[in-house]
């Protein structure tokens, strides 16, 4: 099964000024595809060509570290865009209470967020996970994710320099403020509390 690039769910200048239209032509249209082409020729003729991309993430962690880059950047990538919306939304009533009960307020929660993504040494992903009805803030770097682990992960930012180079230069503060303040799509994230499993990739 040969993977497809995920559709951006929103107009490409709809996170305007946060993230512009020429930094998301390039970072969905040249480097989530090149992902992607990269994981279907890997895995064209292999045991791996008809396994879901999450199951080729976790077979291949560990085992083929080219595969697995690919394969979870191909991930990762989807999972972000799905992250941000063009206006922020709001955290349903259950995330609320999770928010306020690990971080104390939604406030604090996202400074935790900017905090740890401009501290993150060199390429990498910020995310806000779950694991056993508890909140946490979490890292990985370069093309790690949390896809195959024992968390499920409600969100994630792209702190990689080609997510906010072309609008911001070397400031990835002003980045993470611009989409942490303005363009989380808490409803994702509360979506993915409530399943309470892996959101899968499409």
Do not use: C
């Given at each position: ?39 279907n020729a890997a ?14 993430i976790a077979a ?143």
């Amino acid at each position: 099964m040969a993977f497809q690039l995920s559709p951006l769910p929103y107009p490409a200048d709809a996170l305007d000024p946060a993230i512009s239209a020429e930094t998301l032509s390039y970072h969905h249209g040249k480097h989530h595809q090149a992902y992607v082409d990269k994981t279907n020729a890997a895995i064209e003729g292999t045991d791996h060509a008809d396994k879901s991309l999450e199951d080729i993430i976790a077979a291949a962690r560990g085992s083929d570290q080219g595969l697995f880059n690919n394969a979870a950047q191909t991930w990762n990538h989807g999972f972000y865009w799905h992250s941000m919306a063009p206006s922020t939304t709001e955290p349903s009533d259950d995330l609320l209470a999770k928010i306020n009960d690990a971080f104390g307020s939604v406030d604090d929660l996202k400074q935790k967020l900017k905090d740890r993504g401009a501290g993150h040494f060199a390429s990498g992903w910020v995310w806000l996970a779950e694991k056993g009805g508890k909140l946490s803030v979490e890292e990985s770097h370069d093309a790690d994710t949390l896809a195959d682990g024992d968390m499920n992960p409600l969100m994630v930012l792209d702190v990689w320099e080609h997510a906010y180079y072309l609008d911001h230069q070397n400031k990835r503060p002003a980045y993470l403020d611009a989409v942490v303040e303005k363009k989380l799509n808490w409803a994702f994230a509360s979506e993915n509390l409530a399943r309470g499993t892996l959101w899968t990739y499409e």
